[in-house]
């Protein structure tokens, strides 16, 4: 059976209620209840609004990529946010629910996401007091960048699998870049 998580800047939970939600630049027809499985975790330990790039080598990556973005890296994945979110990520306390996982479907696998229609019971919550310690127990690499447009250009068009999430908060795209 798989372990599903939902992170978040609020405590005290006994269960999580469906919700409208536009995450992940998924839209979902009803309210759900959003879950992650355990290797996701690392994706969603920031606050609520940050806007980040998540990206990790497949088999489909190829050399000339690998090359371009990770030469020194032994992170398993790369978690890219701007600037003015890592003091916020610094500062935010997060909880992380685990939870009864009956009646979720899974709707992204690279994600790792599921969704809910339900009600859903919590049934472990843990406190993260430092995010950034967190991500760091995780094999990630974290990098930080006054924006994150660029990254979005190039890493949009590689064979990475790449995840953009919270793009619509990141700081306005400059006519330079």
């Given at each position: 059976?798989?372990?599903?998580?939902h992170?978040?800047?609020?405590?005290g939970?006994?269960?999580?209620i469906?919700?409208?939600?536009?995450?992940?630049g998924?839209?979902?027809?009803?309210?759900?209840?959003w879950?992650?499985?355990?290797?996701?975790?690392p994706?969603?330990?920031?606050p609520?609004?940050?806007?980040?790039?998540?990206?990790?080598?497949?088999?489909?990556?190829?050399?000339?990529?690998?090359?371009?973005?990770?030469?020194?890296?032994?992170?398993?994945?790369?978690?890219?946010?701007e600037?003015k979110?890592?003091?916020?990520?610094?500062?935010?306390?997060?909880y992380q629910?685990?939870?009864?996982?009956?009646d979720?479907?899974?709707v992204d696998?690279g994600?790792?996401l599921y969704?809910?229609?339900?009600?859903?019971?919590?049934i472990?919550?843990?406190?993260?007091?430092?995010?950034?310690?967190?991500l760091?127990?995780?094999?990630i690499?974290?990098?930080?960048t006054?924006t994150l447009?660029?990254?979005?250009?190039?890493?949009?068009?590689?064979?990475?699998?790449?995840?953009?999430i919270?793009?619509?908060n990141?700081?306005?795209?400059?006519?330079?870049?």
């Open positions: 059976m798989i372990n599903l998580y992170t978040t800047t609020k405590h939970h006994t269960s999580l469906p919700k409208s939600s536009n995450h992940f998924l839209k979902f027809p009803q309210p759900v209840v879950a992650i499985e355990r290797e996701s975790i994706m969603f330990l920031f609520h609004n940050c806007p980040r790039i998540c990206f990790q080598l497949t088999s489909k990556t190829t050399s000339e990529d690998k090359h371009r973005y990770i030469t020194e890296s032994s992170a398993k994945r790369i978690i890219i946010i600037k979110w890592f003091e916020i990520l610094q500062n935010q306390s997060l629910y685990e939870l009864k996982t009956s979720f479907k899974l696998k994600l790792g969704i809910s229609v339900k009600n859903t019971p919590i472990n919550q843990k406190s993260i007091a430092n995010p950034l310690t967190e760091l127990n995780h094999n690499e974290l990098r930080i006054p447009w660029k990254a979005f250009d190039n890493l949009s068009k590689s064979s990475y699998q790449t995840f953009f919270n793009l619509k990141a700081s306005p795209r400059m006519i330079f870049e």
